[in-house]
T-cell receptor, first 119, second 112 residues
Framework: EAGVAQSPRYKIIEKRQSVAFWCNPISGHATLYWYQQILGQGPKLLIQ????????DSQLPKDRFSAERLKGVDSTLKIQPAKLEDSAVYLC?????????????????FGSGTRLTVV | DAKTTQPNSMESNEEEPVHLPCNHS???????IHWYRQLPSQGPEYVIHGLTSNVNNRMASLAIAEDRKSSTLILHRATLRDAAVYYCILRVSNFGNEKLTFGTGTRLTIIP
């Protein structure tokens, strides 16, 4: 099966500019996640979608970050305006979804990420 | 968030077994133990997961302690391609809202 597609692969912008990242999850995967990974750290969850609804956005800096998942398929993550500390890799992941507790037959598939550099 | 503790780094010789430890003393009964690895310039890759029993797949084995407070990822015969950061993660369920919370992982170096 095709993997999680992300674009662009790299992006360099100046601080205070805006940027958008795109993610196309695996077909049929109901749950989609955006993670931020700063160099040398593990990925940090920003937002979780179930179909086209937001399940968890408690870690999303909502004054500058926004995300949407129209029609429950593709998703975009936007930063406006960008700060120097937003330099990171932005990872998208998808899964078939939690379903019932005890449904263990799924893993999470990650895309290769978008490396953002803010100068 | 449920936390795990892993060594920052480990080294192993090529073609030898590797045992990557993980402590998760605050695990609850419904938390699954997941392992992912991240190769350079790539997103994390699923390796294996389990709940109570030991698990085997084509990539690795997962040994879970009887009290579930620790687990060990076993690579039976390390190759240079296994050099990566390995993350031990608890998949926490909260009313059907599940997520993975990553720590800093163990950087595995394979010595030729």
């Amino acid at each position: 099966e095709a993997g999680v597609a992300q674009s662009p692969r790299y992006k360099i912008i100046e601080k205070r500019q805006s940027v958008a990242f795109w993610c196309n999850p695996i077909s049929g995967h109901a749950t989609l996640y955006w993670y931020q990974q700063i160099l040398g750290q593990g990925p940090k969850l920003l937002i979780q979608f179930q179909n086209n609804g937001v399940v968890d956005d408690s870690q999303l800096p909502k004054d500058r970050f926004s995300a949407e998942r129209l029609k429950g398929v593709d998703s975009t993550l936007k930063i406006q305006p960008a700060k120097l500390e937003d330099s990171a890799v932005y990872l998208c992941a998808s899964t078939t979804g939690p379903g019932r507790i005890g449904n263990s037959n799924y893993g999470y598939t990650f895309g290769s990420g978008t490396r953002l550099t803010v100068v | 968030d449920a936390k795990t503790t892993q060594p920052n780094s480990m080294e192993s010789n090529e073609e030898e077994p590797v045992h990557l430890p993980c402590n998760h003393s605050t695990i609850s009964g419904t938390d699954y133990i997941h392992w992912y690895r991240q190769l350079p310039s790539q997103g994390p890759e699923y390796v294996i997961h389990g709940l109570t029993s030991n698990v085997n797949n084509r990539m690795a084995s997962l040994a879970i302690a009887e009290d579930r407070k620790s687990s060990t990822l076993i690579l039976h015969r390390a190759t240079l391609r296994d050099a990566a950061v390995y993350y031990c993660i608890l998949r926490v369920s909260n009313f059907g809202n599940e997520k993975l919370t990553f720590g800093t992982g163990t950087r595995l170096t394979i010595i030729p």
